[in-house]
């Protein structure tokens, strides 16, 4: 164990997790992102008055000056997409004083700048690669809503935008992954706001982290007709390269998030919906098959995929629609480690040759 915290744990032989002391779940099916920002920052689940302030205060931080958006739309060409655009912008966006110089209610301030501004300067660096024009956020819409109209430049119908914001909640945060480490490692210096979420941004842009989503999209298209599953399994594993959207490091029994993420494909409807299961359900029994003593299950990218793609939200922005979710897990976990701070040093076993003695040569044993 590195750390203790109280934001949440993720149970993986169960098929389980949770925020503070809520079932993640429950709260993906039955609250607001609005909500759950209110409960992982804060600590509970926010009464409505409380809620609505939250809302308000998010729907502020969206609407990012037209200076600062301008600054940051005018390098998109050379900051190699939104996500790492997103990285760069976070020094425009929140000054980087060190959190050991920080109030706590300083540190939240700017933590939920961070979640407030991401949707939008994700969905303006977008537009700006498309050559369409940026879009202003709407503060009487709420934040999955607002994200996905930045996004595509339609107000979505209510039933997509509760899908994504149904996978928005699902996501927000999920124990101590590589970029929630990241997030504590860095503050654990000290560091500011603003370098913790730039830690985090690069850890989840790697494939094997946020970058799975788009990959199952490719996947899905890959194989076409269902039937066609096991061969094209087959074929990429005999090539040494990994099935998108299928196993996972923690969770040995079903992964929650993609069960219900299943129900709100389901319930969108459509051919890629009936593909996808088909799909899923072919794969499960092959590798059940072929790998006889290993747990693998379908992991949230499979049908987050699908869910993103049903609301229009393009290909290339599938990691960093997870990112605009994410922030809110990294921000609760930054705002814990920096409260009752201890630098973090972890030990490595060294496994090299043996040690020689500076003046001798000889070998130390």
Not at 125 to 144: M, Q, W
Not at 248 to 271: F, K, N, T, W
């Amino acid at each position: 164990m590195v750390a203790d915290t109280e934001v949440g744990s993720v149970r993986g032989e169960q098929g389980f997790f949770h925020y503070r002391d809520h079932d993640a779940v429950e709260i993906a099916r039955h609250q607001t992102f609005e909500a759950a920002t209110g409960l992982l920052l804060d600590g509970s689940l926010p009464a409505a008055a409380d809620e609505a302030g939250v809302r308000s205060a998010l729907a502020a931080q969206r609407c990012v000056d037209a200076d600062t958006l301008g600054a940051i739309t005018g390098l998109a060409g050379q900051l190699g997409g939104p996500l790492p655009g997103l990285r760069a912008a976070l020094s425009l966006l929140v000054d980087d004083t060190p959190t050991l110089d920080l109030s706590p209610r300083e540190r939240r301030d700017r933590v939920l700048r961070v979640i407030g501004a991401a949707p939008t300067v994700l969905a303006a660096l977008h537009r700006t690669e498309l050559g369409e024009a940026v879009l202003s956020a709407d503060p009487g819409l709420g934040h999955a809503a607002d994200y996905i109209r930045m996004v595509t430049g339609a107000t979505p119908p209510p039933r997509i935008a509760r899908a994504v914001e149904t996978y928005l909640l699902l996501t927000a945060d999920h124990g101590f992954n590589a970029s929630t480490f990241t997030t504590r490692v860095i503050t654990s210096t000290g560091a500011g706001v603003g370098s913790a979420y730039a830690g985090a941004i690069g850890a989840l842009s790697g494939p094997l982290h946020g970058g799975a989503p788009s990959r199952v999209l490719d996947m899905i298209n890959a194989i076409g007709d269902p039937a066609d599953t096991e061969a094209w399994a087959r074929a990429e594993l005999a090539a040494g390269r990994k099935l998108m959207g299928f196993g996972h490091a923690v969770y040995r029994a079903d992964d929650p998030r993609s069960l219900l993420l299943r129900e709100v494909a389901i319930g969108l409807g459509g051919e890629l919906v009936d593909q996808a299961i088909q799909i899923e359900e072919r794969m499960l029994a092959f590798l059940a098959a072929s790998k006889p003593n290993a747990t693998i299950v379908t992991n949230v990218e499979f049908y987050a995929a699908v869910v993103m793609h049903l609301a229009g939200i393009p290909q290339e922005m599938f990691t960093p629609t997870f990112t605009s979710s994410r922030v809110v897990g990294w921000g609760a976990h930054l705002l814990e480690q920096a409260a009752d701070n201890k630098i973090m040093r972890p030990a490595a076993r060294y496994v090299g040759p043996p040690i020689r003695a500076a003046s001798t040569g000889v070998e130390r044993s």
